[in-house]
């Protein structure tokens, strides 16, 4: 019987400290530009999570292109998340807002957001990563302080042309999510799971060595 073996060897503390960092440039650009852009194109903040998913997704994929097996099936599920968590959460943002407030509003899309984003990227990585559990309380935290700070950002920085959905308010937001996930993969990245399946290609030799075995018996 064949033992589950790493889909990756262990990543460097170096190579995971690079990781963290090109993962909250990419999450600041994404949606420092995707919220006002959206926003300019479709007028509403629905079109700025859409630019920015756009763009997050392929970026992410091509950070972890070369670190994980499949790193396509990740970006993927994460973008299926943020369609899920922003679609709930503007379902109960009118209701929020009226009870508490603006604010309140925000953090409520933002936790939706987290727990969507957080749990179906899970899916994704749990095979490959030890500790891959704590990606789903990563993203809530992020996306819902984040959220939060953005939405103040007007207040923060009464500034002429500082307005709630403008290039401040993607920044704060992606500055956010971006640190607390980034440094999340530091130590989910660090140990692979120890029962995930042996890569496609370590399969195909352990057949071909079969065969050869018996061929020479």
Known sequence: MIRPMPLFSPLSLKTRWRLAIGWLAVSTLCYGAGFPL???LGGTLLWGWVVAGIGLGVLQWVLLIHLLPR???FALSGGAGLVLGVGG???VANSVFQAWGLASAFGAIG???GLSVGVTQWLALRQQAAKSIWWIPANILGYTAGLLAGSQVPEVLPFAGTVIFGPEFGVTIGFTVGAVTGITLLFILARPAATAPLPEQLLGDIRLGSVQDEIQS
């Open 111 to 113: 936790a939706l957001v």
């Open 89 to 91: 959460g503007f379902l």
């Open 38 to 40: 959206g926003f300019a």
């Open 71 to 73: 790193p396509g099936w």
